[in-house]
Nanobody, 113 residues
Framework: QVQLVESGGGLVQPGESLKLSCKVS????????YAWYRQPTSKERECLGS???????NYADSVEGRLTFSTDNTRNTMYLQMDSLTPDDSGVYYC???????WGQGVQVTVSS
């Protein structure tokens, strides 16, 4: 069974960067597609984009240029690099095994001065 565990959330100031990790606990890490989502407080969860284990990526128009997905297949881990953060980027961030209902537990990111 696939399990996803996120880490790396926290409190940062506007303009700073943050990198989230999503560890996939399965020997079937590759070749699959994984997605990142964000849910701001009191708002719906939105998809930020996806990455496959060959490194192919798709980004939502709203975040392209500020977010970067990457993967380390040797560590069964995906990463979400976020730059130039603003308060609007605050929320709970999730990774998801695309095409399934398997989600990570989510990590809180708060951007505030």
């Amino acid at each position: 069974q696939v399990q996803l565990v996120e880490s790396g959330g926290g409190l940062v100031q506007p303009g700073e960067s943050l990198k989230l990790s999503c560890k996939v606990s399965t020997t079937l890490f590759s070749p699959y597609v994984y997605a990142w989502y964000r849910q701001p407080t009191s708002k719906e969860r939105e998809c930020l984009g996806s990455i496959n284990t060959e490194g192919g990526t798709n980004y939502a128009d709203s975040v392209e240029g500020r977010l970067t997905f990457s993967t380390d297949n040797t560590r069964n881990t995906m990463y979400l690099q976020m730059d130039s953060l603003t308060p609007d980027d605050s929320g709970v961030y999730y990774c998801k095994f695309a095409g399934t209902n398997v989600w990570g537990q989510g990590v809180q990111v708060t951007v505030s001065s």
